[in-house]
């Protein structure tokens, strides 16, 4: 069974913190995807990556950045964690071979930032 | 700047009804349109998927409409059952590409036993 797995499932954290937030895929995927969602936003993209070491922004990566040293892990950090930061994360990932191919996401961490 | 508005934000359906949500996009350069479902406490998982060179793709109870040139699609669910309560995004991407897909603000469904 596929999977991608994220580290935590809940954080709390307090503003000023370095936060890591972990996502390991099994699938051998080219693509990884970090998405935030928020009611009544909808999934918003941070970073993706589509190869080891590489990353590209998303449409909010303010306050973000993000790691890939290894193919099947992908790394999301606040650098420095505020309270508007509080949200749920969602880590994906995709072949880059296959037309279409579907996102496959993990279940999410829920972050609090105090 | 939302690219793909997604309404309503809820909705209450009856058991054996159908439920219906709206989709519209503003780029042109879309070309794949997905719909993810997500259940709580569980990330989204794909639902159906259309290619605009059709107007209608249907899997089991679950059926996508898409008009190209008013730029909308639709996600309508028959004979709605309790199971299918849950959050659906709907979704716009071009192929070419990392499959960087742009969502919806997500429509919280209810299916009223």
């Known amino acids: 069974d596929v999977k991608v797995t994220q580290s935590s499932r809940y954080l709390v954290k307090r503003t000023g913190e370095k936060v890591f937030l972990e996502c390991v895929q099994d699938?051998?995927?080219?693509?990884m995807f970090w998405y935030r969602q928020d009611p009544g936003l909808g999934l918003r993209l941070i970073y993706f990556?589509?190869?080891?070491?590489?990353?590209e922004k998303g449409d909010i990566p303010e306050g973000y950045s993000v790691s890939r040293e290894k193919k099947e892990r992908f790394s999301l950090i606040l650098e420095s964690a505020s309270t508007n930061q509080t949200s749920m994360y969602l880590c994906a990932s995709s072949s880059l071979t296959v037309i279409n191919e579907k996102l496959f996401f993990g279940s999410g961490t829920q972050l609090s930032v105090l | 700047q939302q690219q793909v508005k997604q309404s309503p934000q809820s909705l209450i359906v009856q058991k054996g009804g159908i439920s219906i949500i709206n989709c519209a996009y503003e780029n042109t350069a879309f070309d794949y349109f997905p719909w993810y479902q997500q259940f709580p406490g569980k990330g989204p998982a794909l639902l159906i998927a259309i290619r605009p060179d059709v107007s209608e793709k249907k899997e089991g109870r679950f059926t996508i409409s898409f008009n190209k040139s008013a730029k909308q699609f639709s996600l309508h669910i028959m004979d709605s059952q309790p199971g299918d309560s849950a959050t659906y995004f709907c979704?716009?991407?071009?192929?070419?590409?990392?499959?960087?897909?742009?969502f919806g603000q997500g429509t919280r469904l209810t299916i009223n036993p």
């Open positions: 979704a716009a991407s071009i192929i070419q590409g990392a499959q960087k897909l742009v």
């Open positions: 990556s589509y190869d080891v070491k590489m990353k």
């Open positions: 699938m051998d995927h080219e693509n």
